[in-house]
C-alpha cells in the first residue's frame, strides 16, 4: 500500500483509497490472508456480491493493475446500487409507501462508481450503506 503517484500523473489507487477503509476491515483482511485466502480472489468475491468495504480491504493488497482494482471497487458500488434498489422495491411493496433515501443512496452508490472509474477521489463516508433489515 503505498502513496507514489503513478507516471502518466493519476494518484495510485492505494492513495486514492487507503484513506477510506476502515479499521475493522484491515483486521479481517489479514485474518483471512493469514488463512490462506486470495486478495484477488476475495476481491473479485466481494465485488460482485456488492461489498464494496470488504472489496477494497483486498485490493489494498492484491497485486493487481490498478485499472483493475478501480474496475473492481467501482462494480462493488454499482452491484449494492442494485441491490438497495431492490430493497427499496420490496420495502414499498411490503410496507405500502416509498423509500426515496434508499432510492438516493443507491444513485450515491452509482456517482462513487463513475468517480472511481475515472480514477477520482472520494471523500471518506461517502458511499456508507444505509442499515436494511
Known amino acids: 500500500m503505498s502513496d507514489e503517484t503513478l507516471g502518466d500523473g493519476n494518484t495510485s489507487f492505494d492513495a486514492l483509497y487507503l484513506p477510506l477503509l476502515r479499521p475493522a476491515f484491515v483486521e479481517i483482511v489479514r485474518k483471512n490472508l493469514a488463512e490462506g485466502a486470495d486478495a484477488a480472489e476475495q476481491a473479485r468475491a466481494y465485488a460482485e456480491r456488492g461489498k464494496p468495504?470488504?472489496?477494497?480491504?483486498?485490493?489494498?493488497?492484491a497485486d493487481l493493475p490498478d485499472e483493475e482494482k478501480r474496475a473492481l471497487y467501482a462494480l462493488a458500488h454499482e452491484r449494492?446500487?442494485?441491490y438497495i434498489e431492490q430493497k427499496a422495491r420490496q420495502f414499498d411493496r411490503e410496507f405500502h409507501r416509498p423509500f426515496p433515501l434508499l432510492f438516493q443512496e443507491?444513485?450515491?452508490?452509482?456517482?462513487?462508481?463513475?468517480?472511481?472509474r475515472a480514477g477520482q477521489t472520494v471523500r471518506p463516508g461517502a458511499g456508507?450503506?444505509?442499515?436494511?433489515?
Request: aromatic share 6%; net charge positive.
Open 80 to 82: 449494492r446500487a442494485t
Open 106 to 116: 443507491a444513485t450515491k452508490d452509482r456517482a462513487l462508481a463513475r468517480r472511481i
Open 128 to 133: 456508507r450503506q444505509l442499515p436494511m433489515m
Open 53 to 61: 468495504d470488504f472489496a477494497l480491504g483486498y485490493l489494498l493488497v
